[in-house]
DNA sequence: GTGAAAGCGCTAACAG
DNA sequence: CTGTTAGCGCTTTCAC
């Protein structure tokens, strides 16, 4: 039905390496057997089969990439600078989302690797990357973004300073006279949202309070729950560190105006247009994703050193909310 | 370097079939046998080359997603949903963005025909589909989605009611006295862009006025230009309708809280916790995802009744920009 | 239950 | 410049 470089060969009447040679841009045909072969290939609307080439060539010039949520602003930004460079080098893109499951993100990177993705970019869900061994030792290049491996692989890393960043944060406020500055962020168990609460803390040092501290679900419910409570303390607190952009969002909703200083973890959208404009310490999403890549590129292209910890700064960006004064 | 099914058959001592009845399991086989097979795929580290069973079957489990950029959140909401719907078919997913240029939509497609994908849902950058003709009589599903396909390609559709929702906009303004309405949004070469201008334009009737419409870039530049020169006639806007989530964003910021009422459309995050709150005329990118995708699905096993064009309706969210009074 | 042989559509290696 | 042959790793068909 589909017609094959055979099909096209007899309509042409040439060799089916002939044609081959056309559909490849090879040299070593006559302009005209090959303005043969073309008007052929039109006619049957002939289409190289491409799990053909990759099967006799063994490469597949696909990348793959894993990341949480492509519905998340952090992801989707990421996503499209990595497949922005994956084009440039002529290469194709396969992404999945693990929507923080590490049985998914195992699943996408065995299906990965089952198309035999010529490299690997992962945003880890799970802390155990010993299922990678096996791909690794076959030679396949692995980057992880934003988290690290779980231990025993040791891989490419490009990472935020999470706890350089979170200190800038808290610093800031403690500057503007705050001393009671709570924490809202995520579970402890993702890589980042402790790195953030490690950042936090140190920065505080005597003022740690584990009181002021949340790490649950970012569900409005849970977010209002425990700032209710912090608010109900003797001491409440005057200034919120939100651990990301998620968190900030909620944050700033479960506060229905109330006047506390806040600085949030990740820029986003509007965070200028909000009366105090919200005032962030800002990752910058596709650079990461443009460095993941072309980190992956050059190992592909065999450089063979050690592996690399790439650790992006943040900048923290002042737009009112972390300026408000005790 | 990396085993075959023939390695692992001679390393467990059976014949090749026998692994890939394993593999696919396959019924027939001792369990004893299946087991010394499973041991020696968990010793070699093998895994089935993908590549190789898709030239061999025909079908290659994978479906193509064209969207005009990942980054954007109408665009990512809708990317998870047909990756959610993909995966529950057992299926992989393949997506890329046209940045809105025919010639990359075109690119992508033909990349995606060309790993024989089992089915594809396009969000068209440009107007011509002809280039998809062949691929359709070879009778792959193709589901059209946001955007209608050029003249002469009849294929499934899932759209939103742009007309309608434009009406429902501006008809919300006009009921609270406004009677000076403008447009800002893309230009009409974009088919929702054309046809929220039609809405806009048949619910104002004679109110309507060329001096009130500007559909050019979205950059902050040019909004702010052409409000500037609008806010500058005799007779200038109390109100507007901003044709898209980008367009309501840029719009806001270039108002820098001139008191105007303004409808936009598509929903976005934050628009409650602006002051006012920003009223839309929401879709629902997700839904539209789900629907084209299990329409592919439905497609793909075997329904082949003719071409059905889904309209999906929108709703109006009043949060306080829309309902100021003239 | 198990296996041998053919062949999917292509490219690499070598002839002419 | 053009053609022939072998074989990538798998599934299908049929035989035992």
Not at 97 to 119: M, Y
Not at 124 to 151: I, K, M, N, Q, W
């Amino acid at each position: 039905m589909r017609p094959t470089m055979k099909d096209v060969a007899s309509a042409a009447g040439v060799a089916l390496k002939t044609v081959s040679r056309v559909v490849n841009d090879e040299p070593g045909v006559h302009p005209a057997t090959a303005e043969r072969v073309r008007t052929a290939i039109d006619r049957l609307g002939y289409s190289r089969n491409e799990s053909a080439r990759v099967l006799r060539r063994g490469t597949t010039a696909t990348i793959g990439l894993v990341i949480e949520d492509v519905a998340d602003p952090f992801y989707s930004g990421l996503s499209r600078a990595v497949e922005d460079v994956v084009i440039e080098h002529g290469c194709l893109l396969l992404s999945g989302s693990s929507g923080e499951e590490p049985g998914r993100e195992r699943e996408l990177v065995e299906t990965f690797c089952a198309r035999r993705v010529d490299g690997l970019i992962v945003v880890p869900a799970g802390a155990d990357h010993t299922y990678l061994r096996s791909e690794l030792e076959t030679g396949t290049p692995v980057v992880f973004a934003d988290r690290p491996p779980g231990a025993g692989i040791d891989v490419d890393t490009v990472l935020t300073d999470n706890v350089g960043g979170a200190g800038q944060a808290v610093r800031h406020l403690l500057g503007h006279g705050h001393r009671r500055i709570a924490f809202l962020g995520d579970d402890p168990a993702i890589f980042t949202a402790a790195a953030r609460l490690h950042g936090y803390r140190e920065a505080l040092g005597g003022l740690f309070d584990e009181r002021l501290v949340s790490m649950r679900s970012p569900s409005p419910e849970a977010v209002r729950a425990d700032l209710t409570g912090m608010f109900a303390l003797d001491d409440p607190p005057t200034a919120l560190f939100t651990g990301n952009g998620r968190y900030t969002v909620t944050t700033l909703r479960a506060l229905a105006g109330r006047r506390v200083a806040l600085v949030g973890f990740d820029d986003f959208e509007l965070a200028d247009l909000l009366d105090p404009g919200v005032s962030v310490v800002a990752q910058d999403p596709s650079w990461m994703g443009r460095v993941a890549a072309e980190l992956l590129f050059r190992r592909l292209r065999g450089d063979g050193g050690p592996p690399e910890h790439i650790q992006l700064p943040v900048r923290l960006i002042a737009r009112g909310s972390g300026e408000l004064l005790l």
